[in-house]
Each structure stands twice: as C-alpha cells, then as structure tokens.
T-cell receptor
Framework: GAGVSQSPRYKVAKRGQDVALRCDPI?????LFWYQQALGQGPEFLTY????????KSGLPSDRFFAERPEGSVSTLKIQRTQQEDSAVYLC????????????FGPGTRLTVT | AQSVTQPDIHITVSEGASLELRCNYS??????LFWYVQSPGQGLQLLLK????DTLVQGIKGFEAEFKRSQSSFNLRKPSVHWSDAAEYFC?????????WGAGTKLIIKP
C-alpha cells in the first residue's frame, strides 16, 4: 500500500519568503508528526496531531512555524519569513495510534534557504 | 530528562564482518525502543522495535537488537553485513507519543 508522501521533495527559498510543505500520511493513520532534521543530526520533534487536533506544538522553533491538519488527513507545515537557520530536512511521519507505536516516515522535504 | 546516546558517530566494517551499533538511553519508565535506518536521500525505515517481552528482538534485513535494562542499552547487531547496509542508523526511545532520537551512527562498509 501507499506510504507517507511529502511534497515538494526539494525546496529552495530566498530568505524572507514563505514556504508550505505538504504531507500525505498513510490512509487511516490517526497520528501525524513533523520533525526537523539538520545535517548530521537526528530528527527533532516539531509537532503532533491526533486526527485534526494539534495536541503538541512545543517543538516548533518560533512563531514563524505553523502546522495544520484541517480534515485529519493531509497536513501542511508552513514557515513564514524563512531564515537561513530554517534550512533542514523536514520529515513527516504517521502512525495508527499514539503512544508506543511505530511511526512511518515520508522521504522528507529538503529546504534550503538562500 | 529523556535522552538517547549513540556513542559512535561512524563505524567502518568489512563486508561479511559482524556489526554492533551501540545505543544507550535515559528514560524513567519502561521504554519503547526503536532502530531506524536512513539511506541517502531516503526517509527513515523501521528496522525493529521493542515494547515488552522477549529482550532479543528480530527485525528486517537480518538485524536484531537486545534490550538490557541493567545497562540502559539497546544495541543493534547483524552477524554479516552487506554493502547495501551502508547507511545511517538511528536509535530512538518512545516517550509518550514523541520519539526521542540519538544523533545517529553512519555505517561504512569496506569492500
């Protein structure tokens, strides 16, 4: 079956531009996660949705970052007024339940801010 | 605070040799533990997981890991590596719904 998909796979933005990153989770998965992965590092948690409810956004680095999942399936991570330090790979993952279950990851979106 | 340590940034092994990647965690309760692999340009793929029960867990691609509570470790092993195993390996602990990740170990295979 289809896995988690993300688009675009690569995004180059000039500093100050807004970007929107899309995630299509596995069908039926109630939980959706966004992570940020800097070069040579492990992923860092950004935010978590259970269905359409954003239960935790404690990892979002600033108020320029915003995520939504309005119908409980597709999610969008938006970054306003991008800065160079936002350059990273943004990973989306979904799982069928919440705590303790394995997460299935998309291929990521590599964002480069110039 | 929960944390995961992978002490080896990179490891080089010869093709056909055995492999052990180390992972130590800090977590107050019984952890959920995971190993993921990330190939260049690819997403993270789950190799194996430990939730409870048998402390030796088998995963895909011939990998296994052993949970040792007394040592707070969850080391990944493979008896004979293949060139296709070259990738970055991440250990993670499940803390409620979050995954807390190690920094990763890059596996390099010598022909």
């Amino acid at each position: 079956g289809a896995g988690v998909s993300q688009s675009p796979r690569y995004k180059v933005a000039k500093r100050g531009q807004d970007v929107a990153l899309r995630c299509d989770p596995i069908s039926g998965h109630v939980s959706l996660f966004w992570y940020q992965q800097a070069l040579g590092q492990g992923p860092e948690f950004l935010t978590y949705f259970q269905n359409e409810a954003q239960l935790d956004k404690s990892g979002l680095p600033s108020d320029r970052f915003f995520a939504e999942r309005p119908e409980g399936s597709v999610s969008t991570l938006k970054i306003q007024r991008t800065q160079q330090e936002d350059s990273a790979v943004y990973l989306c993952a979904s799982s069928s339940r919440g705590a303790g279950t394995e997460q299935y990851f998309g291929p990521g979106t590599r964002l480069t801010v110039t | 605070a929960q944390s995961v340590t992978q002490p080896d940034i990179h490891i080089t092994v010869s093709e056909g040799a055995s492999l052990e990647l180390r992972c130590n965690y800090s977590y107050g309760a019984t952890p959920y533990l995971f190993w993921y692999v990330q190939s260049p340009g690819q997403g993270l793929q789950l190799l194996l997981k430990y939730f409870s029960g048998d402390t030796l867990v088998q995963g895909i691609k011939g990998f296994e890991a052993e949970f040792k509570r007394s040592q707070s470790s969850f080391n990944l092993r493979k008896p004979s590596v293949h060139w296709s195993d070259a990738a970055e390996y991440f250990c993670a602990v499940g803390a409620n719904y979050q995954l807390i990740w190690g920094a990763g170990t890059k596996l390099i295979i010598k022909p």
